[in-house]
């Protein structure tokens, strides 16, 4: 079962704007990762943020935890046409497994 | 990742045929994923291995087999191919529990 959920579906937004997508869960988990896929073609990881932190940056992405709302945010400043792509969430629980969500995706308008 | 290939990249069967799809890696990681992508679904497991005696059943893994044959290679059986088993998949390694994993440029599989 999917453990994520992003929003929102889809996102489109002008080139040098900011870009925000959010990820909820519904159990407790150990970590939480966030993955870009573009079309196509294989996963590649971003960030991983741990159940004891709160917030966490790599580059011109910001990655938030909120274990009380059971919710994280990835923030991609600036954007530009190459982080055109799909961003998928993936929860960890105890049992170490990735569950991921369904994605959120983005096109960066030129 | 061309630390993670996977072969074939497209393959079109029909209903009924056996089908291997295959993984390798050079990463040097001991574990291994195999994963199902629908549209609108996100990702979700199908078997990962630990180590070479070490094969256990994801989310989905009804239709299914594999066979970790080396540490490097890790490959996934559709025994009886059906129209539903239609989809990307991916192959996946690790380094350790709930870490960060490496994928590879995936398999599209059409059944007809």
Request: proline fraction near 2%; charged fraction near 20%.
């Amino acid at each position: 079962s999917q453990q994520g959920e992003e929003d929102p579906q889809a996102l489109s937004i002008q080139e040098g704007e900011n870009a925000t997508m959010n990820c909820s869960y519904k159990t407790s988990i150990n970590n939480l990762q966030w993955y870009r896929q573009n079309s196509g073609r294989g996963l590649v990881h971003l960030i991983l943020i741990r159940s004891n932190e709160r917030e966490k940056h790599s580059g011109r992405l910001r990655v938030t935890l909120d274990t009380s709302k059971k919710s994280s945010s990835l923030l991609i400043t600036a954007s530009r046409a190459a982080d055109t792509a799909s961003y998928f969430c993936a929860t960890v629980r105890n049992d170490y497994k990735l569950s991921f969500g369904a994605g959120t995706t983005v096109t960066v308008r030129a | 990742d061309a630390d993670v290939t996977q072969t074939p990249r497209n393959r079109i069967t029909k209903t009924g045929k056996r089908i291997m799809l295959e993984c390798s890696q050079t990463k040097g990681h001991d574990r291994m994923y195999w994963y199902r992508q629908d549209p609108g679904l996100g990702l979700r497991l199908i078997y990962y291995s630990f180590d070479v005696k070490d094969i256990n059943k994801g989310e989905i893994s009804d239709g299914y087999s594999v066979s970790r044959q080396a540490q490097a290679k890790f490959s996934l059986s559709l025994e009886s191919a059906i129209p539903n088993q239609t989809a990307l998949y991916f192959c996946a390694t690790g380094t350790g529990a709930g870490y960060e994993q490496f994928f590879g440029p995936g398999t599209r599989l059409t059944v007809l």
